[in-house]
């Protein structure tokens, strides 16, 4: 299916989306929601598909998930699961029956609805780096993530029209009192940004704090914020085979209250999960599958999406990899089965690379167009994201966004119409009338009529020769990039949220701080 | 098709073969001839490549090609073509049983046969870049191209296992005389390199003393050299829609010595061939069908494969763009066209970047996975290359080269295997009996046995965590990547060719410049 891009234009006209010409800082592609036309890399066979399948259902129902706690033990007691200790048994029937529960798509919408979202439908769409601890820049070097970085990070998120969400803290705001962290964390995401946001699954309060603060900013009762998702929580499981207590705790509550939820195992193959590819995705996807069962059996219908994070480590040092042939490979087989269980995917943008350099670029663009050959809904971490997620960096959220606008562009239906216009027999039979010495396309009406919008322009690329580009500085790219960064969050602009509803999200962060905020000894 | 790797393995224990561990310099990926087992990415309909192929043929049967070469004009004629003075109507019956005589996959056997490449049948094979004018070093800057430099590049050209044949001059050794360049250019290719050789097609001694060189370092007579391919030439046609004389002169000389020729239009869209895409390939698939149309009413049979070198040009400046979206898209619509063809597929490895840095990787890595998506057979320019192919560099080969090992390994059947190993429930089942705290994959048999293949292993890529890579001397990309081509320059061997055959070659060498070498008028 092709999208309507005039309508995604037209939508993009709301108050605070960034038009060609107005955009801060740099020219960029309008806000749109992509859809994925490709058809998917299938690497594994149907039967494959069986075959993982059933592996995954044998882990569920011979080995069994922990589940920490208790009040998931006493829901799956009641379904008739087989619960010994904090260990649970699952029959694939009940597992498949409450994952055909869950809906293959589902909309997301924030405050401003002009920036909503809809994960699955054959759309593909990215999100800024998530929860990384620490933070680069050139500038700065490498030092623990800061309230000051965390707000730096929000405004690049903002300003970029191909990012579609926020995928939590970009940078962790460490220097931030953890009891109150989230209070302040959400409330600048949500007075920054319009875009969708996320909240941590990290204890009652924080995971509560966050969907009031969501349905205070998009001026909502309970019972319509509870209609739709207007925000998601993402959770990782303990891998191997554990899902830890406010994870779950977090995502009952979401989906109990209507909220999205994205689960999504991290399964270093070698390490947290089998050396072999196939056995790592059938333990993530019983992982996976063992959480939504869950909340389907809680909240039939809820928004659920299955994530995959199955990569490598080097087998000499145990290190993480990203972006390398196996985690391609992974995510292409994850996509398979995402689409077997008809449940919305998310993946990563993701790399091991220290900086933001050559490798750093073709780890990251292996894992994007992973994602796209994947079939991936919801790339996370698709912008910033360094050393294996544990540094966020403004210059390579830069370069990121660049390598994003051209899958963006690279899925435009223009690109591959073979309508009359696009064949141009008539263009190439009027070329051939000039002089032999002017037998270009550059001045004839059929170039002359395309030329604004013919090609991707880049923002970052350079694309002049050497010796322009040598009388310009012989910038390298990070260089530029980092320039970039300076220039962006100098145009930066608030998304314009009403100031009663600032006011309201004011009150609220006082008195929950009052209260003193989420306990910080679980 | 999955191909035997072990018989693949095997094959590289030649005399000249590197296999893992006595590599010169890095351990890397045996000698291989990967096949590409992924479904290819189609943007076309079935329509839309009858609508491109109606196009092509509009232009054949109503613009017309110009062929400056009246040999070429004088078959034409005897084909029953319409000539018009230089410009040759071609009917599409006549093309199309023409093209049908083509095989859709041929070999190429160098000296030695350890390294005959296989150009179709599901192949993907990279080249050296080819063709440069300029130098690039972190440690030298650029420059126009020399003798030394040539030959560094022929080194590492030999002594990477993932480059697959030698696609012309990596750079053109400038401070050679052009009389006589071809024949120090192709006696260093032929002695320091086991890989298959290209020659240029500039004029009949060039080509000529090309193929007497090849037969002589092969120590075949003329009957024997012209019973396969041995060698190859690569041709450009002057787009819009013209063949020079010595191109066309070059590929008539090499098929009706049994010799393989690559037809590949240089159609950058908005300059050289229709602003849109479908446009531009058109005309290039024109273009090039024209030639091997030619080639085949000449020598059936013949070994011709068909290249496409579709890009866009930036439209604020002019300048060549290469890796972007539309670059992608038109090498897989190319990918369509060939097949479609049936004939043999080139794309090339590209970008437009100055320096190797992240945008050079960006826009490679875009290519070369479009080269995967497009079922590209045969990858020129797959290593080395910048500045829309001005520029070759050393440092950006050896970036390159991890990117193809990266790509080889992602074709390994293993990777996706589902069977009972591979799927490792009892692995997931044995660490779920290891106490809580040690509950990982590490230490069980199922990793220890295939610790030491399960996962590609980098000889560039540093997966350290920052404070390692920090503690190591926090070398970026580029300057690892020099560091390695220092290693690999050092550690070089040359593949030994014979002493009567090296000795043949320098008679040759030195008969052919007495008697003056090629004449540089033309």
Redesign the interface.
């Known amino acids: 299916m092709v999208e309507d891009v005039t309508k995604t234009r037209r939508r993009a006209g709301g108050r605070s989306a960034n038009r060609r010409g107005r955009s801060p800082g740099i020219e960029q592609l309008p806000w749109r929601l992509p859809k994925n036309?490709?058809?998917p890399?299938?690497?594994?066979t149907e039967?494959?598909v069986a075959?993982?399948h059933?592996?995954a259902m044998?882990?569920l129902e011979?080995?069994g998930i922990e589940f920490l706690n208790e009040e998931a033990l006493e829901l799956f007691r009641k379904a008739g699961a087989t619960v010994e200790g904090e260990r649970v048994k699952l029959g694939r029937d009940f597992v498949m029956e409450m994952v055909a529960k869950a809906p293959s798509s589902f909309t997301i919408t924030p405050w401003n609805a002009d920036r909503e979202i809809i994960l699955g439908d054959g759309h593909i769409l990215f999100g800024a780096v998530g929860s990384a601890p620490?933070h680069?820049s050139l500038k700065g070097g490498?030092t623990p993530g800061s309230h000051a970085q965390y707000r730096d990070l929000l405004k690049l998120t903002q300003a970029f029209n191909c990012i579609h969400f926020n995928a939590g803290y970009p940078v962790e705001p460490a220097d931030l009192h953890p009891s109150t962290r989230h209070l302040d964390a959400l409330f600048d995401m949500l007075t920054m940004t319009d875009k969708v946001v996320h909240a941590y699954s990290l204890g009652p309060e924080r995971i509560e704090d966050g969907m009031d603060m969501v349905k205070l900013a998009a001026g909502l009762d309970e019972d319509a914020f509870q209609s739709q998702p207007h925000m998601f929580t993402n959770i990782n499981s303990t891998s191997?085979?554990k899902h830890d207590w406010p994870m779950i705790d977090g995502c009952l509550r979401c989906v109990r209250r209507g909220q999205a939820v994205v689960v999504t195992p991290f399964t270093l193959?070698?390490?947290?999960?089998?050396?072999?590819?196939?056995?790592a995705v059938?333990?993530s996807v019983a992982e996976g599958l063992s959480a939504i069962a869950l909340f389907q059996y809680v909240a039939p219908g809820s928004a659920c999406a299955l994530g995959t994070f199955t990569s490598?480590?080097?087998?000499?040092?145990?290190?993480?990899?990203f972006g390398?042939?196996?985690y391609?490979?992974a995510t292409q087989?994850s996509g398979q089965m995402a689409r077997f269980y008809g449940l919305p995917m998310r993946a990563s943008g993701s790399c091991?690379?220290?900086?933001?350099?050559?490798?750093?670029?073709?780890?990251?663009?292996?894992a994007l167009?992973s994602a796209v050959q994947s079939g991936t809904n919801f790339v996370y971490h698709g912008a910033g994201w360094l050393?294996?997620g544990?540094?966020a960096s403004p210059e390579k959220m830069v370069?990121d966004c660049?390598?994003i606008q051209?899958?963006l562009?690279?899925f435009?239906p223009d690109?591959?119409?073979?309508d009359e216009?696009?064949?141009?027999?008539d263009?190439?039979?009027e070329?051939?009338l000039l002089p032999a010495s002017e037998?270009?396309?550059?001045g004839i009406g059929?170039?002359q009529d395309?030329?604004?919008s013919?090609?991707?322009?880049p923002f970052?690329?350079?694309?002049?020769?050497?010796e322009n580009?040598?009388l310009g500085g012989?910038v390298?790219?990070?260089d530029r990039?980092s320039a970039t960064v300076d220039r962006m969050l100098e145009a930066y602009e608030p998304p314009g949220l009403a100031q009663d509803r600032v006011e309201a999200l004011e009150d609220f962060v006082a008195r929950r701080k009052a209260e003193g905020g989420a306990p910080t000894d679980f």
Chains 1, 2 share one sequence.
Do not use: C
């Open positions: 036309t490709d058809r890399t299938e690497p594994l039967e494959g075959r993982i059933g592996a044998r882990i011979e080995v620490n680069l490498k191997p085979l193959a070698g390490a947290m999960a089998p050396v072999t590819l196939a056995g059938a333990q490598n480590v080097d087998m000499a040092t145990g290190a993480p990899a390398t042939p196996e391609m490979r087989m091991a690379a220290n900086v933001p350099d050559a490798q750093a670029m073709w780890e990251t663009a292996n167009w050393e294996g544990l540094i370069m660049e390598l051209q899958i562009r690279y435009e690109l591959v119409s073979t216009d696009a064949l141009a027999v263009a190439v039979a070329v051939d037998r270009h396309f550059f059929h170039t395309r030329y604004e013919a090609f991707y322009r970052l690329s350079n694309w002049q020769n050497y580009w040598h012989a390298w790219t990070h990039a």
